[in-house]
Each structure stands twice: as structure tokens, then as C-alpha cells.
T-cell receptor, first 117, second 113 residues
Framework: DAGVTQSPTHLIKTRGQQVTLRCSPISGHKSVSWYQQVLGQGPQFIFQYYEKEERGRGNFPDRFSARQFPNYSSELNVNALLLGDSALYLC????????????????FGEGSRLTVL | GENVEQHPSTLSVQEGDSAVIKCTYSDSASNYFPWYKQELGKGPQLIIDIRSNVGEKKDQRIAVTLNKTAKHFSLHITETQPEDSAVYFCAASIRGGSYIPTFGRGTSLIVHP
């Protein structure tokens, strides 16, 4: 079975531009979460979606937005890019979220490495 | 919110030695503590987890211990091998809620042959 897939794997943007990152979860997983990982640090939570609804949002500015589609895939959008947005963006899927549904294990993709010049 | 501290940031050992990574958390409501391994160029992968009703869990060469009173938990790797070299992250979260783990900053483990 395919794992979590993310695209693109690498991209370079300039300040002020916009970027869209895509994620396909493991088949059967209904929850998708997005994390930002800056070099040398642990993943920082950005968004969690379950059944197309936002279930959680981390401490990120409104320039960051996301959505989940009926097939449970997801997109993360970042507007007005800043140099500090350069990072590895990780998508993780899981069986469920609230109410203790599923095992709680997150399955991560290999990430999209964004460089902002 | 939850705050997870992880030490050391870098750990260098000889093949066959043991390695210990320690984490502390701040929110007494946290009850689920996973450990993830991230190899170069890949996403984190769960290697072991422990729930708050258990004090220790072991899986072959890997073990995790939890001290709820002191709010700290540790990862123990015995008989280390070069393929254990990676970055390890601890995390803490609340199961039964929305399950959004807070991660530590990571420990880079280097196992020398």
C-alpha cells in the first residue's frame, strides 16, 4: 500500500509569492495534519483536518491556510512568503482524531522542502 | 499549551553501546507519548509509544519509560547499530482529544562502527 505522498518534493520561491503544497493520505485515513519543520527543530503543528473540517490550528499567521477534499487529500497554501517560511513541510495522516478514534499514530510523508529567496 | 524539552541535542556512541534520550513535558493532562525516528531525507516514523497507564514498554532493542509524577519519559536503545543513526523526536499529547502532539527539538544520534 502507498504511504503518504506529498508534492512537490522541492521548490524555490521568492519573497511575496504564494505556494500550494499537496498531500495524499494513506487509503482509509480520514485525518490529515500539516507540520512545519525548520532545520534543527521538531515539527511544529500548523493544521489538522478531519472529514473535511478544520479540527485544530497551530500558532501560525493567517497567511497559512489549508483545506481537505472529499477524497481526504489536502492542500496547504502559504501567501506572501517570507524568508522565515523556508522549511520542510510535513503532511501526516491518521485513522481518526477526536474521541480517541484510531490508534493515534501519525504517518508522515517525506515532506516538501520550501526555500524562499 | 504543552511544552516538551528534549536532551541531549546530539548523542554520539560506539556500536554496541546503549543510548538514552530524555524528555520532559509540562501539561499533566498529557497521556500519550510517542517517539519518532527521522532518517535523512525522510519523514518521521513512529518507533514506539507509551500511554500514561504504563510505566515501561519494550520492543526488542528499544524501550521507553515514563514517570508521570516527575513528568518525564525516556527512550533507551541497547546494542546500538549504525542503522540506528538518525534524529529522534519525543512528543506528548492527549488521547481522547484532538490528538495534536507537541514535539521536542530532536536528538541527533550518531552510532560509530
Amino acid at each position: 500500500d502507498a504511504g503518504v505522498t506529498q508534492s512537490p518534493t522541492h521548490l524555490i520561491k521568492t519573497r511575496g509569492q504564494q505556494v500550494t503544497l499537496r498531500c495524499s493520505p494513506i487509503s482509509g485515513h480520514k485525518s490529515v495534519s500539516w507540520y512545519q519543520q525548520v532545520l534543527g527543530q521538531g515539527p511544529q503543528f500548523i493544521f489538522q483536518y478531519y472529514e473535511k473540517e478544520e479540527r485544530g490550528r497551530g500558532n501560525f499567521p493567517d497567511r497559512f491556510s489549508a483545506r481537505q477534499f472529499p477524497n481526504y487529500s489536502s492542500e496547504l497554501n502559504v501567501n506572501a512568503l517570507l524568508l522565515g517560511d523556508s522549511a520542510l513541510y510535513l503532511c501526516a495522516s491518521s485513522l481518526g482524531t477526536s474521541g480517541g478514534v484510531g490508534t493515534g499514530e501519525l504517518f508522515f510523508g517525506e515532506g516538501s522542502r520550501l526555500t524562499v529567496l | 499549551g504543552e511544552n516538551v524539552e528534549q536532551h541531549p541535542s546530539t548523542l554520539s556512541v560506539q556500536e554496541g553501546d546503549s543510548a538514552v534520550i530524555k524528555c520532559t513535558y509540562s501539561d499533566s493532562a498529557s497521556n500519550y507519548f510517542p517517539w519518532y525516528k527521522q532518517e535523512l531525507g525522510k519523514g518521521p516514523q513512529l518507533i514506539i509509544d507509551i500511554r500514561s497507564n504504563v510505566g515501561e514498554k519494550k520492543d526488542q532493542r528499544i524501550a521507553v519509560t515514563l514517570n508521570k509524577t516527575a513528568k518525564h519519559f525516556s527512550l533507551h536503545i541497547t546494542e546500538t547499530q549504525p542503522e540506528d543513526s538518525a534524529v529522534y523526536f519525543c512528543a506528548a499529547s492527549i488521547r481522547g482529544g484532538s490528538y495534536i502532539p507537541t514535539f521536542g527539538r530532536g536528538t541527533s544520534l550518531i552510532v560509530h562502527p
